[in-house]
Each structure stands twice: as structure tokens, then as C-alpha cells.
């Protein structure tokens, strides 16, 4: 049986579920050993029957090393009912910079007017943060001479 809100195949490993803090979720029949995953794969995490999170689960061959390395995946849900899963995510690894790159594609939560006024919230503040750290004095510098 398929879980609603989960891709297809997907199953709550109930023995790995700590007490409390939920479980993960994964595509079973596409596991990888720990010899043969060289890609990331898709986890997603439940608790008390509700998804509360989901990550893309990268192997340390994956981001490591001195070549790139690139990823990607459409996502489809059975079931779906929360719209702001994302559709697709992708990972990148550059091996001159070491720099993984994570990207989520899909919808979010807030949209529109909500999103816009809370990125404007949240430059507003950075700037204000900023205009009160160069107000501040300085103190004096105490220096002992000997």
C-alpha cells in the first residue's frame, strides 16, 4: 500500500523510527548498498501520520573528489494533498570549489503578497541591523605599555 503524500513505493521504516522524533521514509525496492549508492536519493519524514520534512540524502562518494558531479529528479506524490511538496530537486558538486549545491523546486508555502512581504521584512531588518552596528561607538582601546 502506498502512503498518500509520499512518491510511490515509498515505506515508513517503522524499526528505524526514533521514539518521539518520527521516521524516514524511502523507496525500499530502489535502496542502494552501501557499495553500489553513488547518487542521492530521496527521504522523506513522518510523525504521528503527518510528512514533517523531506531531504534529498546525498553518499559521501557523491561530494567528495575533484570532479563534478550533477543530479537530478521529478518527484510525484500518490495521493497528494499538500501542494507545497517540491516537484523536482537537483544537487551539484563542483570539485575545484568542494561546493555542493541543494536546490528544491516546486511551491512554497507562502506566495504572492505573503512572499514578498516577508523577503521586504526581512531586508528591512538586515538593514536596520546593519545602521545600528555602524552607529555604535566604539570603546576606548585600553593598551598597556611597558
Known amino acids: 500500500m502506498d502512503i498518500a503524500n509520499m512518491p510511490k513505493g515509498f515505506k515508513v521504516g517503522l524499526g528505524d523510527a526514533v521514539p518521539l522524533m518520527g521516521g524516514h521514509s524511502w523507496n525500499v525496492q530502489d535502496q542502494p548498498t552501501a557499495e553500489t ?4 536519493i530521496w527521504i522523506m519524514g513522518s510523525f504521528d501520520g503527518t510528512i514533517t520534512n523531506y531531504e534529498p540524502m546525498l553518499p559521501l562518494p557523491f561530494f567528495t573528489g575533484d570532479e563534478d558531479k550533477n543530479y537530478y529528479e521529478e518527484l510525484e ?3 497528494q494533498t499538500i501542494m507545497d511538496l517540491p516537484k523536482s530537486y537537483s544537487v551539484s558538486y563542483i570539485g575545484k ?5 541543494i536546490s528544491l523546486i516546486g ?4 506566495c504572492g ?12 531588518k538586515s538593514k536596520k541591523e546593519g545602521k545600528q552596528q555602524k552607529g555604535k561607538k566604539r570603546g576606548k582601546k585600553h593598551v598597556r605599555r611597558l
Open 113 to 124: 503578497d505573503a512572499l514578498t512581504k516577508e523577503v521586504d521584512d526581512t531586508k528591512k
Open 37 to 40: 549508492w553513488t547518487e542521492p
Open 107 to 110: 511551491g512554497t508555502a507562502l
Open 77 to 79: 506524490y500518490v495521493s
Open 97 to 101: 570549489t568542494k561546493r555542493t549545491t
